[in-house]
């Protein structure tokens, strides 16, 4: 069994920054990839962004230039590194990992962008 575990949401004015983390209960280099979503209230869940276990990252046009995955082997940690939040960034982010045939999500961290 794998567990997500993501942290580092909150409140923030437009323009902010906030850095979220997603802790796996296992080596992040066992997951193919590792990604973030996002779901706003009343919205499909959406993708946000991507990084490969060889490192390659690949981010949603909405996000790009704001935000940056990266990863920490040695952690068991993937952060998302959200720049120039704006009010449209609220939602619950969630981590999602891949491992084999199975996807694994975490509980989600509210991120409420508010002035």
């Not at 296992?26 to 590792?34: D, N």
């Not at 046009?61 to 959200?82: G, W």
């Not at 084999?100 to 975490?106: E, K, P, R, S």
């Amino acid at each position: 069994q794998v567990q997500l575990v993501e942290s580092g949401g909150g409140l923030v004015q437009p323009g902010g920054s906030l850095r979220l983390s997603c802790t796996a209960s296992r080596s992040i280099s066992t997951f193919s990839r590792i990604e973030w979503y996002r779901q706003a209230p009343g919205k499909e869940r959406e993708f946000v962004a991507r990084i490969f276990n060889l490192g390659a990252t690949n981010y949603a046009e909405s996000v790009k230039d704001r935000f940056t995955i990266s990863r920490d082997n040695a952690k068991n940690t993937v952060d998302l590194q959200m720049n120039s939040l704006k009010p449209e960034d609220t939602a619950i982010y969630y981590c999602k990992a891949n491992l084999g045939a199975y996807t694994y999500w975490g509980q989600g961290t509210q991120v409420t962008v508010s002035s």
